[in-house]
């Protein structure tokens, strides 16, 4: 079974966190064709089990360094009582928050050991999230890491306003 990631983005505007809901974020071909259009509403709308451990350390298979570590939804958050219970009594788990000042923060011309690999378990077995040994694996920028489609997101983030004002809300499904 996999793991998707739910995302939305909040701006603050006069000391209140509001939902950003516009066509904003540049979507991947296969989006644009699907959609039939070229911006979605969230950013980092993809399953990247790379990309959830280092936001999150959810399926953090590579070893990676993380973000945050379940924060649990922001209290304030631009979400109805009745969106929060359901995000929180669902099977959604995982729940967190960046600012994009946390996100901006970061170095990521960092190299790190990424421990993900895939190993033979059975003749016709393979584990594709199996843990390397010394000498196995690799050791990638987190900018090679994440991919470029990761930090296109990241720039148009940082158009909405300031790094503490700007924030991406989400929780993750199995």
């Known amino acids: 079974m996999g793991c998707d990631i739910h995302l939305f983005v ?5 000391g209140k966190w509001t939902k950003f809901e516009e066509d904003y974020f540049t979507l991947d071909e296969f989006d644009k064709k699907y959609y039939k259009k070229d911006k979605g509403t969230t950013p980092f709308d993809w399953r990247s089990y790379g990309m ?10 590579s070893h990676s360094e993380f973000l945050q570590e379940y924060r649990g939804l922001p209290i304030d958050c631009d979400l109805t009582s009745e969106e929060k219970e359901d995000i929180i ?6 729940h967190g928050y960046l600012l994009l000042s946390e996100l901006l ?6 190299n790190f050991w990424d421990r993900r690999v895939t190993k033979q378990v059975s003749p016709n077995g393979w584990n594709g999230a199996a843990l390397a040994e010394e ?4 050791h990638p920028t987190y900018k090679e890491f994440l991919g ?16 503490e004002d700007v924030r991406i809300v989400f929780y993750f499904d199995n």
């Open 10 to 14: 909040e701006i603050k505007k006069e």
């Open 52 to 61: 959830f451990g280092f936001l999150a350390n959810v399926r953090n298979y």
């Open 89 to 94: 009594d669902s099977n959604y788990h995982s």
């Open 105 to 110: 923060a970061f170095d990521y011309n960092k």
């Open 135 to 138: 000498g196995e694996g690799t």
């Open 148 to 163: 470029n489609f990761f930090f296109t997101h990241l720039e148009e983030l940082k158009q909405l306003g300031n790094p």
